[in-house]
């Protein structure tokens, strides 16, 4: 099955500054990768999504790359502000599969 | 996006008893539902998907007895979580998906039992 890897378990970054989280998976036939941010006691929400037929996609500071050879696919926030401040995960969904199988979270703190 | 709501936000219980939780997706038809379990500081785990009209999946380790799924309508699951022991308090969390793959989480259900 698919198996998801994400990097760094706990991220510090200075209010303006940029963050970067990354992910791999094992499955080549993956095609849909989507972002989760989850604030404390709430649950997971969309922030952005890709498929395999994109390299890169971009929703105001938040972009998403993603690299089919390699088989990773990372998270970019531009300009972090304190309410970027949340527990971040991503997802693979395998071709064929309805399951999304999940990263084990990063958790972003910025700093003011 | 798409908006799931569940309910109830906290449950306390004694141990024993039974406790519903519903998730309803409020502005969209969900053929297919997800229910998950979430520990503190811990990644979702997949309890089972649930498809309207039909009996759920589980995955496996998940006794089906114990946390029996409901999909009667497009917009309602429900997980029922019976005779619940201490053990079973997590975080709670269902998912709506829309079209092929994406997937809308609710709000997540507390529950605590004694």
């Known amino acids: 099955g698919e198996n998801v890897e994400q990097h760094p378990s706990t991220l510090s970054v200075q209010e303006g500054d940029s963050a970067v989280i990354k992910c791999t998976y094992s499955d080549s036939a993956s095609n849909y990768f989507p972002w989760y941010k989850q604030e404390l006691g709430k649950g997971p929400q969309l922030i952005i999504d890709?498929?395999?037929?994109?390299g890169e996609k971009k929703d105001q500071r938040i972009a998403v790359t993603l690299n089919k050879t390699a088989k990773h696919f990372s998270l970019h926030i531009t300009e972090t502000q304190p309410e970027d401040s949340a527990v971040y995960f991503c997802?693979?969904?395998?071709?064929?599969?309805?399951?999304?199988?999940f990263g084990t979270g990063t958790r972003l703190t910025i700093i003011p | 996006g798409a908006v799931v709501s569940q309910h109830p936000s906290r449950v306390i219980c004694k141990s024993g008893t039974s406790v519903k939780i519903e998730c309803r997706s409020l502005d969209f038809q969900a053929t297919t539902m997800f229910w998950y379990r979430q520990f503190p500081k811990q990644s979702l785990m997949l309890m089972a998907t649930s498809n309207e009209g039909s009996k759920a999946t589980y995955e496996q380790g998940v006794e089906k007895d114990k946390f029996l799924i409901n999909h009667a309508s497009l917009t309602l699951s429900t997980l029922t979580v019976t005779s619940a022991h201490p053990e079973d308090s997590s975080f709670y969390i269902c998912?709506?998906?829309?079209?092929?793959?994406?997937?809308?989480f609710g709000p997540g259900t507390r529950l605590t039992v004694l």
């Open positions: 890709i498929r395999s037929n994109v």
């Open positions: 997802a693979a969904r395998g071709f064929g599969n309805e399951k999304l199988t």
């Open positions: 998912s709506a998906r829309i079209g092929i793959d994406t997937q809308y």
